[in-house]
């Protein structure tokens, strides 16, 4: 009988996805590989009072779910559960997959046992701003351990591939962006649950931090009257004053809708959008950005690399608020454009974002780490980091 291929997902909270990219990327490739024949395991965190049991193991959809117990929450608790993820995975054959190094220092371990590691490096986690000096410097750290203890790297954008090779030859690392699927919802109910109308708002979906300028945004359009919304999706606290700032800068025309992980409700505000804003400043592909382009929304994004290679031809750019400003004024006024920038988001999205193509790329990445398998990588996209940003609408447009 032969032997089936095993890969083994570490680095995420579990499956199905409830929380972020990572987890909805996770139950995506593990669904896609299961359904191809292979034994595919997912590690999934559990929060709880006291610790009875460390590993409880199920079966979800054909694939193995393996969930540790942790006291507790918080970073302390998900370092607990990333250590003792990577003990349990060293009993259990195959290679295993990891997403993010914020716990790279674990990976040494697996390593020292002759385990096989593809490491997805994310984004560039130590320059977020939200991060102190101690924990910038256990990221930098840990993003080198990663790139040296892995035996292969993925890039999910040529931008953070640039950036690992100052790390690891680039014969070590793939470029494989995040992917999504058609958002054809045309159901209006979530959204006028909210007290909107559809095509007359426009919808900002993000972590709401510093890095992400969604205070930049919430101030471009509270500006002046719009007669429209701005809906921005992510959880606000009581406790933080730069989102007390935020707050207090908005406009009634803004309406703050909390975190949403409905996954239906989520994609009906998407496809009903006017556009969608994206302020984010550091990381790769995006996978709130791929979703609106996906959804065929048109795109103000602030200007950067990672934005312009994402959004391409769907996109215009802002540098500030002002800038902000115009291109909401534009995206509501001007008929043509949204429509033209709505049709480059999908056509740009099937041609680059497609997930059958990334987890097909990924398949090939775990099994060229097959013992005795010499496979050639592929990338579904590596252009260099200069090329294909796309087209710069100007502020005059």
């Known amino acids: 009988m032969k032997k089936r291929h095993s890969l083994i997902i570490l680095g995420t909270r579990g499956i199905p996805a409830a929380h972020g990219g990572f987890e909805t990327f996770a139950e995506h490739l593990a669904l896609f590989l299961a359904a191809r024949g292979w034994h595919v395991v997912v590690y999934c ?20 779910r393996r969930h540790v117990s942790v006291a507790g929450s918080g970073p302390r608790a998900t370092l607990e559960f990333d250590w003792h993820s990577i003990r349990d995975a060293t009993t259990i054959p195959g290679v295993c997959l990891v997403l993010g190094y914020n716990s790279a220092v674990f990976l040494t371990y697996p390593r020292l046992l002759g385990r096989r590691i593809l490491t997805n490096m994310d984004g560039i986690e130590w320059r977020r701003r939200k991060w102190g000096l101690a924990a910038r410097a256990w990221l930098w750290a840990n993003e080198w351990i990663a790139a040296w203890v892995s035996h292969r790297l993925v890039a999910d954008h040529p931008v953070i591939a640039d950036h690992l ?54 101030e471009a359009f509270s500006r002046r009257a719009r007669g429209a919304k701005l809906v921005v999706v992510g959880n606000l606290c009581d406790d933080n004053p730069y989102h007390d700032r ?78 902000c400003d115009r291109l909401i004024d534009r995206a509501l006024t001007d008929h043509a ?22 987890l097909g790329a990924y398949e090939r990445e775990a099994l060229r780490l097959m013992p005795g398998n010499v496979a050639a990588p592929i990338a579904v996209i590596e252009p ?8 710069r609408v100007r502020e005059t447009l």
């Open 45 to 64: 965190q559990a929060n709880v009072a006291a610790v009875t049991r460390r590993v409880t193991v199920d079966m979800w959809h054909g694939v193995e």
């Open 165 to 218: 090779a100052t790390r690891r030859p680039r014969a070590a690392i793939a470029t494989i962006p995040y992917g999504g699927n058609p958002v054809t919802n045309e159901t209006d109910a979530h959204v006028r649950a909210l007290g909107l109308e559809p095509g007359r708002y426009l919808v900002c979906i993000a972590r709401i931090e510093p890095d992400n300028n969604i205070l930049t945004i919430v």
């Open 246 to 323: 935020i707050r207090e800068a908005a406009s009634v025309e803004v309406v703050f809708a909390g975190a949403i992980y409905d996954k239906e409700a989520l994609a009906s505000l998407r496809h009903h959008a006017r556009a969608y804003l994206h302020g984010h400043t550091v990381g790769g592909t995006n996978p709130s950005l791929v979703e609106a382009l996906w959804a065929g929304n048109a795109v103000i994004a602030h200007d950067n690399p990672y934005n312009r290679w994402t959004a391409g031809e769907a996109g215009c750019f802002f540098a500030d608020a002002d800038g």
């Open 337 to 358: 454009m949204v429509a033209r920038l709505g049709q480059a988001a999908r056509d740009l999205a099937a041609s680059r974002f497609d997930w059958t193509d990334i």
């Open 384 to 391: 260099a980091a200069g090329q294909a940003m796309g087209r």
